[in-house]
């Protein structure tokens, strides 16, 4: 069936480190891939997201672009900040389906 | 963005009690909202789909008649844990959905964190 896999955690980097949180998901058809972003306490935020092959989501210095050959959407960013300091999720949701499919979540600290 | 507004934030109960927890679309209409149970250090576990004006429709495994959902109108959904446990302590999140399968964003309210003692 559909799944999202993605990178366990967790994860710490220091400040300004580069980051990258695997993302890898098998589904049919061609879904809308999601970066969701929890700070400590609350809810879920959406950070990113893409809606066909070769977009990339961008937001906040993060990026993501949907690789339909590899089924991927790594999540990037060039220079980490204390305040990044979260647990990301990707998902997806297929075409027709409103649905969200989660990843297990990445849990990332960063240290000043 | 849109804004979905979930209340409480936080609450405590007795065991054997039941608890509502309310989540609302401030400026969209939702006909379909869903309700998420987030153990410790995991990933969000879909309990049900709830749409405007029909039954929900649950997951696997989850207890339909401890957690009442209803959908009463295009802007609120409910969910009641009922005769609440220890075990039923957890983070509970809803989404919201636009109208129509065509919408790609779900919005979140801010989670419920609900202690049982």
């Known amino acids: 069936g559909d799944s999202v896999t993605q990178m366990e955690g967790p994860v710490t980097l220091s400040e300004e480190a580069f980051l990258t949180i695997n993302c890898t998901y098998t589904?049919?058809?061609?879904?809308?891939l999601f970066w969701y972003v929890q700070y400590p306490g609350e809810g879920l935020q959406l950070l990113l997201k893409a809606t066909k092959a070769d977009d990339k989501g961008s937001n906040k210095g993060f990026e993501a672009t949907y690789r339909k050959e590899t089924t991927s959407f790594h999540l990037e960013k060039g220079s980490v900040q204390v305040s990044d300091s979260a647990v990301y999720f990707c998902a997806y949701k297929g075409r027709g389906n409103e649905k969200l499919t989660f990843g297990t979540g990445t849990r990332l600290t960063i240290i000043p | 963005g849109a804004v979905v507004s979930q209340h409480p934030s936080r609450v405590i109960c007795k065991s054997g009690t039941s608890v509502k927890i309310e989540c609302r679309s401030l400026d969209f209409q939702a006909t379909t909202m869903f309700w998420y149970r987030q153990f410790p250090k995991q990933s969000l576990m879909l309990m049900a789909t709830?749409?405007?004006?029909?039954?929900?429709?649950?997951e696997q495994g989850v207890e339909k008649d401890k957690f009442l959902i209803n959908h009463a109108s295009l802007t609120l959904s409910t969910l009641t844990v009922t005769s609440a446990h220890p075990e039923d302590s957890s983070f509970y999140i809803c989404?919201?959905?636009?109208?129509?399968?065509?919408?790609?964003?779900?919005?979140f309210g801010q989670g419920t964190r609900l202690t049982v003692v």
């Open positions: 989404s919201a959905g636009g109208q129509g399968s065509s919408a790609t964003e779900a919005f």
């Open positions: 709830s749409n405007e004006g029909s039954k929900a429709t649950y």
């Open positions: 589904a049919t058809g061609y879904p809308s």
